[in-house]
């Protein structure tokens, strides 16, 4: 196993369990494990906010509050204004916490209780109210503090992740703070970096609290993180090499009225390196798909022919679900089954999947769904998807014999045996079309001789730093999903 624990993530529990352990092995007591947290916090909140001089530290009952007296009494040695506002101060601590906060009023702080105008003043507030054992709703007092943090113009940095996030899952258990920073330690909790937990842990930041040798032997990963620089691309191409030689895939959509959707599919795959791309589509999408990119082969018969010639399909974006979709959507389901031919699926072909009587087995596939496709294809809601983002994508891998990709904010890749995450991205990608591009991708690169497995992880890292580089460039509204192309086709070489 990769001793590089920035590469991975784990389940609370993991971490709750092993880390005493790997802190015996290594020598170190818990509350020197606690003060290196403590620093840890505020060395990343001086980095981050080095102008800030009004600190307010807000704590709760458990360890969250004895890092946040760590980093209150760092923060009064370098001479910052620091308030402590306890959660419960009537409620003793135990333990290190305990310590934490003996040292800090044996430094000459005190501890006050809650008063708007204090947050209001604050040039940071350091979030310290809950940690990573909490599995309801908020309660009161909680809930005011949050809130009230919130509200407040001041930056947040999160100690461990944001109070209110469910650590395993990433959802929001009533209320959570939307921190600017999260700084988390040892290992990073898996619900910091998918969903709404990724959205409220802002910037996040990791320390390991010189651990990591003895923790990486004792926990194994719940899934690894990945990014367009990590990920593998492609090799190089032999200089003999031809047309044929980078696959031939075939573009299946474009009903009449959606000929776009599948025109961004085609081209995607053609930026990101594919040979030969031929559509399938609608006869009065013909036109529409054809004009402009006369690279691209555009059919509207002998559908067979047009998947026997194929090494990879994409289906389902603008593929409608009327007469001609379900026609469509069975020979190429038909076809690929029968000839265990690789397969990228997305959008209404999903929707069309969701609709079968039982489930269909589609191994050698990819998957693409927002959390709207995947709850129809689970039976379920957007909310139950969203609640647990990793458990839906195995579910899905699961139940379809496919590799899947989550998307939204840390799209999730899973393919039964591995889980992998993606870090990069923004919501300028949050505009029609994105999706139908990544597929593109995929199946481009699947057609140039990926795994599925390959193709699905660096697909959506490339699709995902496309866009980072899109929004960095020219702002994140009003991206257009065609706007990728010429940056997919730079990152891709």
């Known amino acids: 196993m990769s001793a590089n624990l920035s590469q991975r993530v784990f389940c609370a529990e993991q971490v709750r369990t092993h880390e005493p352990a790997a802190a015996a092995q290594s020598g170190v007591a818990m509350y020197t494990l606690m003060e290196r947290a403590g620093k840890a916090v505020f060395d990343q909140t001086i980095k981050h906010f080095p102008q800030a001089q009004n600190y307010v530290v807000l704590v709760g009952v458990g360890n969250n509050a004895g890092d946040g007296y760590i980093v209150a009494s760092l923060a009064k040695q370098a001479a910052k204004q620091v308030t402590v506002i306890a959660a419960v101060p009537d409620k003793p601590l135990t333990g290190d916490a305990l310590t934490a906060q003996k040292a800090w009023l044996a430094a000459g702080g005190d501890i006050t209780a809650f008063h708007q105008q204090i947050i209001d003043n604050a040039d940071v507030i350091i979030d310290g109210l809950l940690g990573t054992g909490i599995n309801s709703d908020v309660r009161a007092p909680f ?102 030689s980078h696959g031939k895939l075939l573009c299946v959509g474009g009903n009449k009225g959606t000929a776009g959707a ?90 069309l999947i969701a609709q079968q009587s039982a489930p269909i087995a589609l191994k050698n596939t990819v998957f693409t769904p927002h959390s709207g496709e995947a709850a129809r294809l689970l039976g379920c809601t957007i909310s139950d998807i969203e609640s647990d983002r990793y458990q839906s994508a195995h579910k899905l891998t699961e139940t379809y014999s496919t590799t899947c990709v989550l998307k939204g904010a840390g799209s999730i890749i899973a393919d039964g045996i591995k889980t992998w995450v993606c870090t990069d991205g923004n919501p300028a990608l949050a505009v029609g079309g994105s999706g139908d591009v990544l597929t593109g991708i995929i199946a481009g690169l699947i057609a140039q001789g990926l795994t599925t497995e390959h193709a699905a992880c660096f697909g959506v890292t490339l699709h995902a730093k496309a866009g980072d580089v899109a929004a960095q460039r020219d702002g994140e509204r009003g991206l257009l999903p065609s706007d990728l192309f010429t940056i997919v086709r730079e990152l891709v070489n």
């Not at 930056?155 to 650590?167: F, H």
């Not at 929001?172 to 709404?196: C, N, R």
């Open 262 to 351: 599948i025109r961004l599919t085609s081209e995607a795959a053609l930026r990101s390196g594919a040979g030969m791309v031929k559509v399938y589509t609608h006869p009065e999408s013909v036109l529409a798909v054809s004009i402009g990119r006369p690279e691209l082969m555009v059919t509207t018969i002998d559908l067979d022919a047009a998947l026997d010639w194929a090494t990879c399909i994409a289906i389902g974006p603008g593929l409608g679900q009327d007469t001609w979709s379900q026609s469509t959507f069975g020979t190429v389901i038909e076809h690929c089954v029968a000839h265990n031919k690789a397969m990228v699926v997305d959008a209404d072909a999903l929707n």
């Open 143 to 244: 809930v005011e503090l949050i809130e009230a943090a919130n509200n407040s113009a001041a930056p947040i940095v999160a100690i461990d992740l944001p109070s209110g996030i469910n650590a395993d899952t990433g959802a929001v258990l009533g209320v959570a703070i939307e921190a600017d920073v999260t700084v988390t330690f040892v290992g990073i909790k898996q619900g910091l970096v998918t969903g709404a937990g990724r959205a409220c842990a802002g910037i996040g930041e990791f320390d390991d609290l010189s651990i990591s040798d003895a923790f990486t032997q004792l926990a194994a990963p719940t899934a690894k993180l990945i990014s367009y620089q990590t990920s593998q691309g492609l090799g190089k191409r032999n200089n003999n090499s031809h047309k044929g």
